[in-house]
Every structure is written in structure tokens, then in C-alpha cells.
């Protein structure tokens, strides 16, 4: 079995490279959430448009039938969308790993700096 002796200086090394990965995870998640708020505007424009020109045709429809229509006549600004909000949940979920990441490094650190006092 192969232990590493964990160490301060190994935890503050661990620490500076999260501190990184944080900036990076930060930056990824302003990339999603703005590729999603577009991808969204885009769906909702698009889905107010169908739903226009739907109802406005002649023949009568129910309320749920032409939001339908709609939808499916926007099903790209739709798909985009779900893939674009899935990408959000997924970097938001990325960020709490470091996060987590880095409370377990500071009580590592804190019970070996207490170890070491012993």
C-alpha cells in the first residue's frame, strides 16, 4: 500500500491550483450562463413569432394547439436551448465540486497543522 505523507506545504500547493481551477470554472460558467440567456431569448422570440402567425391563421385553434405548433416550429431554438441550461447545471455542478475541493483541503490542512503541534 503506497501512503503519501500529506504535508502543509503539499496542501498549500493543493490549494494555489484550486484557486486556478476556480478562475477557470468561474469563467466557464459566465460563458454557459450567457450562451443560455441567448439561446433562450432566441427560443422565446422565435416561439412568440410562431404563436403569432399560428393564431392568426384561419382556421380556429384551441390555446394549447398553437403553443404546440409553435413549439414544434421552433424545435432548434428548443433543443439549443435544453442543451444550453444543461451546460449551466453542469459548470454550477463543476464549481461546487471545487469548492467542496477546497473545504476538504483546509480541514486536511487544519488536522495536520494540529497533528504536527502534538
Do not use: W
Not at 34 to 59: C, Q
Not at 81 to 106: F, G, P, S
Amino acid at each position: 500500500m503506497n501512503q503519501t505523507v500529506i504535508t502543509p506545504v503539499r496542501i498549500e500547493n493543493r490549494l494555489v491550483e484550486l484557486s486556478k481551477e476556480i478562475d477557470e470554472v468561474h469563467a466557464a460558467l459566465s460563458k454557459a450562463e450567457m450562451d443560455y440567456h441567448k439561446a433562450k431569448s432566441a427560443f422565446e422570440l422565435s416561439i412568440a413569432r410562431s404563436r403569432i402567425v399560428t393564431g392568426n391563421a384561419s382556421n380556429k385553434m384551441r390555446v394549447q394547439d398553437v403553443a404546440d405548433h409553435a413549439l414544434l416550429q421552433c424545435h432548434d431554438e428548443f433543443h439549443t436551448l435544453q442543451i444550453t441550461e444543461a451546460m449551466v447545471k453542469a459548470a454550477r455542478a463543476n464549481a461546487q465540486r471545487v469548492r467542496t475541493q477546497v473545504d476538504i483541503a483546509r480541514s486536511i490542512g487544519t488536522s495536520v497543522r494540529a497533528s504536527m503541534d502534538i
